[in-house]
C-alpha cells in the first residue's frame, strides 16, 4: 500500500470566518453543508423553506443553534433581497430547489417555478448587492441532453432534461449563463462576482428521508420489517458520498472568490466511473452491508420514464481544481449502514455527522482504496 497523501477538501485557513448563505440550508445537502463549514469555522446563514422532510437532518443535527436561518420562499424577490442585503454575504452556494423528479411529475409548474424564477430571483438580488465574490449555483448531472451513451459527458455538451426537474436545471445553468455573460461578465471590470455552475451525480448519504431516493426507501422499507421495492434495476447512475459533491463546491468557491472569472463555468463532480452502478446492484450492496435479512423486490408496475445510463466526466475538476472522488461506493455504503444503525439507536445525529465530516477531511488516502 502506497500512502498517496491526505487531499485537501477545502481549505480551513480560507473558510474561517467567511460570510457563506446557503440556500436550501435545510435540505439534505444543505444540512451537511451548515455541519461542514461549521467544522471549517465559516459565519453560516441560511434561506430555504422549513425542512422538507420529517425527520429531517436538520431538525435531528440542531442545525439552527450552528447557523442564522432565514426561513422563506426562493420565489419571493423582496424578502429574497432584504435578506441578502442584510447579510452581504461574501460567498452564495444555491442550493434551494424542488430537487425530486418524481414530484417535477406531479407538479410541474412548482417545480419550474421554483428551478427557473428562484435562480433568476437570486442572481437578480446579487447584481445589486455588492461585496458578493463567489457563487455556485448547484445543478445536477441530469442537465444534460441524455443519449444514453455509457460515456460520461463533459461540461460542453448540450444541455436538456426529459422530464421537468431535470429540464428545469438545465434552464437554470441557462439562466446563470446568461447573466454571466450579461451582468457578470469577464471582460467587464466594474464587478466583482465570479459564479459557476455545479453539476453532481446522485447524492447519498446518511440523513436523507426524501420521498421515492433509492436509499431513502431501503431505510423506509428496513425500519418497517419491509422489502425495499425498487425500480429500474439495471438504471447506471453516478453515485455518491454528500461529501464528495459539497467537497467540490467548496474548492470551486475557494477558487472563485481568490482567482474570480477564470474558473466562472460549468463544472462535475462524479464518482470515478467504476463507482456508476446499476440500481440492483446497489440495494444487494447495501442489503449484504446492513445484514439482519434485509432484502429487496423489483416493483413492476409502469414507472415514468428513466434514463438508463447516466454518467459524468469529471476530468476538467480533476485537473483544474485538483478536486478527486475520495470515498468509493463500498465505504459510502457502509458510512449510510453506519449512520442510519447510529439514528435507529437514538444516539446523537449531530455527533455521528461530524465524526463522519472528520473521517472524511483526515482520511488518508492510499493507492489502494477499496
Ligand atoms: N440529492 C441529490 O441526489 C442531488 C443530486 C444532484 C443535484 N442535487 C441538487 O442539490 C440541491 C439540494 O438537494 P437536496 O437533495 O438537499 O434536496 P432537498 O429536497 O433535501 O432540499 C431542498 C432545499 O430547498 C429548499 N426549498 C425548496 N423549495 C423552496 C422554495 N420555494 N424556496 C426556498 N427554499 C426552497 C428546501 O426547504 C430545502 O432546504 C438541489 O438544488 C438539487 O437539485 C441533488
Known amino acids: 500500500m502506497e500512502i498517496m497523501g491526505i487531499i485537501t477538501i477545502a481549505n480551513k485557513n480560507f473558510w474561517k470566518g467567511k460570510k457563506v448563505l446557503i440556500t436550501g440550508h435545510t435540505g439534505f445537502k444543505g444540512s451537511w453543508l451548515c455541519l461542514l463549514l461549521n467544522h471549517l469555522g465559516s459565519d453560516i446563514y441560511g434561506y430555504a423553506l422549513e425542512p422538507p422532510t420529517n425527520p429531517s437532518l436538520f431538525e435531528e443535527a ?69 461585496g458578493i465574490k463567489a457563487v455556485v449555483n448547484v445543478t445536477t448531472d441530469k442537465c444534460y441532453e441524455n443519449r444514453e451513451r455509457l460515456l460520461g459527458y463533459r461540461e460542453d455538451e448540450p444541455m436538456g432534461g426529459y422530464d421537468p426537474y431535470s429540464s428545469s436545471k438545465a434552464c437554470s445553468e441557462i439562466i446563470t449563463a446568461a447573466y454571466r455573460r450579461s451582468f457578470f461578465n469577464p471582460k467587464d471590470n466594474n464587478h466583482v462576482t465570479a459564479i459557476a455552475t455545479a453539476r453532481a451525480g446522485n ?17 423506509k422499507a428496513i425500519t418497517k420489517g419491509e422489502k425495499v421495492k425498487i425500480r429500474s434495476p439495471y438504471a447506471i447512475r453516478p453515485w455518491q458520498h454528500v461529501l464528495e459533491p459539497l467537497s467540490g463546491y467548496l474548492i470551486l468557491a475557494e477558487k472563485l472568490y481568490n482567482e474570480g472569472t477564470k474558473f466562472a463555468e460549468a463544472w462535475n463532480f462524479g464518482p470515478d ?82 465524526k463522519q465530516i472528520n473521517e472524511y477531511i483526515n482520511e488518508i488516502l492510499t493507492d489502494d482504496r477499496e
Not at 424578502?79 to 407538479?107: C, E, G, T, W
Not at 432484502?295 to 476530468?315: F, G
Not at 470515498?327 to 449502514?337: C, D
Open 62 to 130: 440542531k442545525i439552527g443553534k450552528l447557523i442564522t436561518s432565514y426561513i422563506g420562499d426562493i420565489r419571493d424577490y423582496d424578502k429574497l433581497f432584504s435578506v441578502i442585503q442584510k447579510i452581504k454575504p461574501d460567498i452564495i452556494i444555491h442550493m434551494a430547489a424542488q430537487a425530486l423528479v418524481r414530484k417535477s411529475y406531479n407538479n410541474p409548474l412548482e417545480t419550474y417555478s421554483i428551478n427557473i424564477i428562484g435562480t433568476a430571483n437570486l442572481f437578480e438580488a446579487i447584481r445589486y448587492t455588492s
Open 203 to 219: 447524492v447519498i448519504g446518511g440523513g436523507d428521508w426524501a420521498d421515492d431516493r433509492l436509499i431513502p426507501d431501503f431505510i
Open 273 to 354: 466511473d467504476k463507482d456508476a452502478k446499476s440500481v440492483e446492484w446497489m440495494i444487494k450492496t447495501i442489503c449484504n452491508y446492513w445484514g439482519e435479512d434485509a432484502s429487496y423486490c423489483i416493483d413492476k408496475n409502469p414507472q415514468p420514464h428513466e434514463a438508463n445510463y447516466l454518467k459524468l466526466d469529471c476530468s476538467k475538476a480533476k485537473n483544474k481544481l485538483e478536486w478527486l472522488p475520495k470515498w468509493n461506493i463500498e465505504i459510502t455504503l457502509k458510512s449510510i449502514v453506519e449512520w442510519n444503525k447510529a439514528y435507529l439507536n437514538g444516539e446523537n445525529i449531530r455527533a455521528i455527522t461530524e
